[in-house]
């Protein structure tokens, strides 16, 4: 088929053969890069205003299902995917200025968003390169810092992985986990769930839980979530701060409950979150959810 691009569906069609969803359809009616399109994207140049006819495909039966859709593109926006040519054409005559104006807003934050991740996986290849090439990695923590030598930005992923690969798959981890909280943010979630399977006793000085968020885990394919270290305990292990990935989350008091939810709701508000964390329990836990 060579290259295409697809546009994805607000809402799946249905095959009436196997009964499976269809949630995308791939077309070469664009630049044909492989890219993902939704409704009010910019597939196109801004003087393109054109209905595309096309015909769904199932993926499961590898044929046509003989459904016909209608893409609606105006002024370079698509505006809508829709079954008949007379609910195209409407789109099509309901576009307005006012409109146009709020969709294009819509368009520039989510441009200078991606010039925004674009610059922070450049920093963080500039970083990689700097530490490993120049063996910098190599040096005492304490050199590094009197010769002003500063990973602001990337410190956690390179500082204590062992290998350029620990700190590519640091780097990566984080930024699926802040992909996931916007979405979960965008979505409206408030609160957020956690809970953590160790028995620590309340009151312990030394000691470290993992912290599982079964959203977060569920998109971004992880075992757990954070893990929260007391500082006594990161002590006794010979470690430092500045060596742990990002999602490790130290703790000066001893452990309880309440200390481990607002060990990670500071860690979400540090980065701009202002999620509620509320801790639940596994079935052969006796105590009841508390929120912080």
């Known amino acids: 088929m060579g290259m295409f691009d697809t546009v994805c569906f607000d809402k799946a069609y249905t095959c009436p053969l196997c009964h499976g969803k269809i949630d995308s359809i791939q077309v070469k009616e664009f630049e044909n890069v492989l ?52 609910e195209a054409k409407k789109l099509l005559n309901d576009l307005n200025l006012e409109k146009l104006v709020l969709w294009y807003h ?15 996986y450049r920093r963080f290849l500039n970083d990689l390169r700097e530490w490993y090439g120049e063996r910098l990695h190599e040096r005492p923590e304490d050199d590094l810092a009197t010769k002003g030598i500063w990973f602001i930005w990337n410190s956690r992923h390179l500082k204590g992985a062992l290998n350029p690969v620990e700190s590519v798959e640091r780097f990566m981890t984080y930024k ?42 569920e998109r971004c394919h992880l075992n757990w979530t954070w893990t929260v270290v007391s ?44 999620f509620g964390v509320k801790m639940i329990y596994l079935e052969n836990f006796s105590k009841s959810p508390r929120s912080f």
């Not at 965008?186 to 959203?215: I, N, T």
């Not at 860690?267 to 701009?272: E, I, K, V, Y």
């Open 231 to 274: 500082e006594k305990q990161l002590e006794v292990d010979g470690e430092k701060e500045s060596q742990q990935p990002d999602w490790v989350v130290i703790a000066e008091e001893p452990f309880s409950d309440e200390v481990v939810c607002q060990a990670v709701g500071k860690w979400l508000r540090d980065r701009g979150y202002e």
């Open 176 to 217: 699926k986990m802040i992909k996931a909280l916007d979405e979960l943010w965008e979505a409206g979630h408030q609160v957020l769930d956690v809970y953590y399977p160790e028995e620590v006793s309340a009151g312990e000085e030394r000691w470290s839980v993992d912290v599982y968020q079964d959203e977060i885990n």
């Open 35 to 86: 890219e993902n399109y939704r409704v009010k994207d910019c597939p196109s140049h801004a003087e393109e205003i054109r209905i595309i006819k096309d015909e769904l495909f199932c993926d499961t039966c590898s044929k046509h299902i003989g459904k016909s859709i209608y893409i609606v593109v105006g002024r370079g926006i698509l505006l809508g995917i829709v079954d008949t040519l007379e």
């Open 106 to 120: 819509d368009l520039y934050r989510r441009y200078m968003n991606e010039q925004k991740e674009k610059n922070s």
